[in-house]
């Protein structure tokens, strides 16, 4: 059963355009939500965050909603560069809990020139 | 600042011999995280520690994988006999406030097995 989804496991933009990444939870006790960022042959690298007392969190390029009643989370990179090309994973966690973090299987994005 | 070492970063081996995935975690995090990924499950949590003690091993595949921090700067995971089906990329990550806050990752072990 799996509690993070990205359920498109690749998207392809334009450069200069924006890139929309979607996430979908199912445990409605996942109080924080991360997204990494994973180039090929290196580890995830923390990207952004959000927490659930919030709806939406920017940082320079990256934005994150959080769409709670939907338990829905995006990631919204604008413009979209070529270094941007990589796997974007989605994570929530239960603070209150003892799990963890939870990871959505990823979403290839690759920026075209 | 160092982030989160692993070595080795790649590991060949043959179907039945023992293997030993090293961690070196981000100094100062107090919780430590195995993690596997196969283009089937994507990262899969095995095991995490929290000042060095095994919290959760739940997500250990089975008995021939076990895993130890015998102190706040070094983790190893052991799998003993490893098997093809162990082929995966393992990355160890590190967390300064526990276990459901940012964690950092390392570059990863790819393990082939043969």
């Known amino acids: 059963d799996q509690q993070v989804k990205q359920n498109s496991p690749s998207l392809s933009v334009q450069e200069g355009r924006i890139s929309i990444l979607n996430c979908d939870y199912t445990?409605?006790?996942?109080?924080?939500f991360l997204w990494y960022k994973k180039y090929p042959a290196e580890g995830p690298t923390f990207l952004i965050s959000?927490?659930?007392?919030?709806d939406k969190n920017e940082d320079g390029r990256f934005t994150v909603f959080l769409n709670k009643s939907a338990k829905h989370l995006s990631l919204h990179i604008v413009p979209s560069q070529p270094g941007d090309s990589a796997v974007y994973f989605c994570?929530?966690?239960?603070?209150?809990?003892?799990?963890?973090?939870?990871f959505g299987k990823g979403t290839h994005l690759i920026i075209q020139p | 600042d160092a982030g989160v070492i692993q070595s080795p970063r790649h590991e060949v081996t043959e179907m039945g011999q023992e293997v030993t995935l090293r961690c070196k975690p981000i100094?100062?995090?107090?919780?430590l995280f195995w993690y596997r990924q196969t283009m089937m499950r994507g990262l899969e949590l095995l095991i995490y520690?929290?000042?060095?003690?095994?919290?959760?091993d739940s997500g250990m595949p089975e008995d021939r994988f076990s895993a130890k921090m015998p102190n706040a700067s070094f983790s190893t995971l052991k799998i003993q006999p490893s098997e093809p089906r162990d082929s995966a990329v393992y990355f160890c990550?590190?967390?300064?406030?526990?276990?459901?806050?940012?964690?950092?990752f390392g570059p990863g072990t790819r393990l082939t097995v043969l």
């Open positions: 520690f929290n000042n060095n003690v095994p919290i959760d």
């Open positions: 959000i927490s659930s007392i919030k």
């Open positions: 990550a590190s967390s300064l406030r526990g276990f459901a806050d940012t964690q950092y």
């Open positions: 100094s100062g995090h107090n919780s």
């Open positions: 445990n409605s006790m996942f109080d924080y």
């Open positions: 994570a929530a966690s239960d603070r209150g809990g003892a799990d963890g973090l939870t």
